[in-house]
Structure formats: structure tokens, C-alpha cells
């Protein structure tokens, strides 16, 4: 197994700003999934990316593939108050292996 | 559907005492999953399982063990349990080696 990891550790934007957080891992991979965790509860799974896709949409949420340089990023728009939380990326394969993830606090 | 359930939510431990936390999950998962999260520490995976009956050393295995006896729960026992096993304990459960599914942990406090 191995290990994304995330960059940077904690972030602080205010309401309304777009969050960009980064992810690197050390070897091929055949897909990335990043997880969001709210203060004491356990991670949610937001968005897959295959490793045949440089991008992906969901919501407000864009998620971009470079496997020549190994690396992912998330990105938030728009963000709200409520995207306060830590964010995790993870590989394959089984098991997944979750990095320290980044703290993204959104100020209102 | 419940998802993923754990029990118990909080429990306190003197060092040397036993104890088996529960998942279950009904979505009918193959995988299942036992993790620890410390301050500063993020994930780390203590044991897991890809079918009823199976199990597999994750990360941090020492000092815990796990049976998979049935496919839709997963516990994990501490023998003799050790203040540096204080943590959150996280149990997920996923269809294949992609999207997990967490519970929403058990915080446990060894004194």
C-alpha cells in the first residue's frame, strides 16, 4: 500500500474563496479518492478520479489527475462555511492508505 | 439502512482490561475495515478483512485482534489494553477495494 500526501496541512480562507488542496503519492496508481471528515465523525467519500481522467466534476468540487508528476488536487468553490473540515486523499490499492490530510477552516 | 454501525460510542478502560468493539454494516460489503485516529496522527489501519472469514494486518496491528465471522460484522478485541490505545477507533466497509463507507467511531480512553 501507500501513502498520499496531502499539502498543506491546514488552510484558512474566508467565506466565498476557492480552497485548493494538493495531493502527491509515490506510485502508479489505477485511481484517487478524496474523503472529507467533519470534526468527529467519520470520513465521507466525495469524489473518485481514474487514473485515465485528468479531471473531474462534482458539485462544487473539480479534482484534477497528473500522473506524470503524481499528484492530485481538490479544489472547493465558492466555499461555505460548512466545507469546514479535514480533507483526505487516498490510493489503491487494497487497503487503502489515508494520508494527515488537510484542516480547511472557512471563515464566515 | 443504517450503513455502517459501531458500538460501542465512548468507553473508559483501566490498563490490562479487555474489550471488543463491534462494527456491522448492512449494505452487504465485502471489505471491512478497522483504523485509529490520534491528534496530528491521521488514519492509520490496524486490521482488515476482504470476505467473511478472512483477515489481514494493516498498519498497526499490535495489541489488537479481529474475527470476521459473519459478512456484516467485523470486531475488533484489545487483550490487555494499554494507555497508548487511546484513540478513536473508525470501522468502514466497502464493495470492493474503491469507496468506503465509515461508521462514526468509538472513543476510547485507557487509564
Known amino acids: 500500500s501507500q501513502q498520499g500526501e496531502e499539502d498543506p496541512q491546514a488552510l484558512s480562507i474566508q467565506e466565498g474563496e476557492n480552497a485548493t488542496m494538493n495531493c502527491s503519492y509515490k506510485?502508479?496508481?489505477?485511481?484517487l479518492q478524496w474523503y472529507r471528515q467533519n470534526s468527529g465523525r467519520g470520513l465521507v467519500h466525495l469524489i473518485l478520479?481514474?487514473?485515465?481522467?485528468r479531471e473531474k466534476h462534482s458539485g462544487r468540487l473539480r479534482v484534477t489527475l497528473d500522473t506524470s508528476k503524481k499528484s492530485s488536487s481538490l479544489l472547493i468553490t465558492a466555499s461555505r462555511a460548512a466545507d469546514t473540515a479535514s480533507y483526505f486523499c487516498?490510493?489503491?490499492?487494497?487497503?487503502?492508505?489515508f494520508g494527515k490530510g488537510t484542516r480547511l477552516s472557512v471563515i464566515a | 439502512n443504517a450503513g455502517v454501525t459501531q458500538t460501542p460510542k465512548f468507553r473508559v478502560l483501566k490498563t490490562g482490561q479487555s474489550m471488543t468493539l463491534l462494527c456491522a454494516q448492512d449494505?452487504?460489503?465485502?471489505?471491512m475495515y478497522w483504523y485509529r485516529q490520534d491528534p496530528g496522527m491521521g488514519l492509520r489501519l490496524i486490521h482488515y478483512?476482504?470476505?467473511?472469514?478472512?483477515?489481514a494486518k494493516g498498519e498497526v496491528p499490535d495489541g489488537y485482534n479481529v474475527s470476521r465471522l459473519k459478512k456484516q460484522n467485523f470486531l475488533l478485541g484489545l487483550e490487555s489494553a494499554a494507555p497508548s490505545q487511546t484513540s478513536v477507533y473508525f470501522c468502514?466497509?466497502?464493495?470492493?477495494?474503491?469507496?468506503?463507507?465509515f461508521g462514526p467511531g468509538t472513543r476510547l480512553l485507557v487509564l
Open positions: 478483512s476482504v470476505g467473511e472469514g478472512t483477515t
Open positions: 487516498a490510493t489503491d490499492p487494497t487497503p487503502l492508505v
Open positions: 478520479i481514474r487514473s485515465n481522467e
Open positions: 468502514a466497509s466497502s464493495a470492493t477495494n474503491l469507496s468506503q463507507y
Open positions: 506510485t502508479s496508481i489505477n485511481n
Open positions: 449494505m452487504n460489503h465485502e471489505y
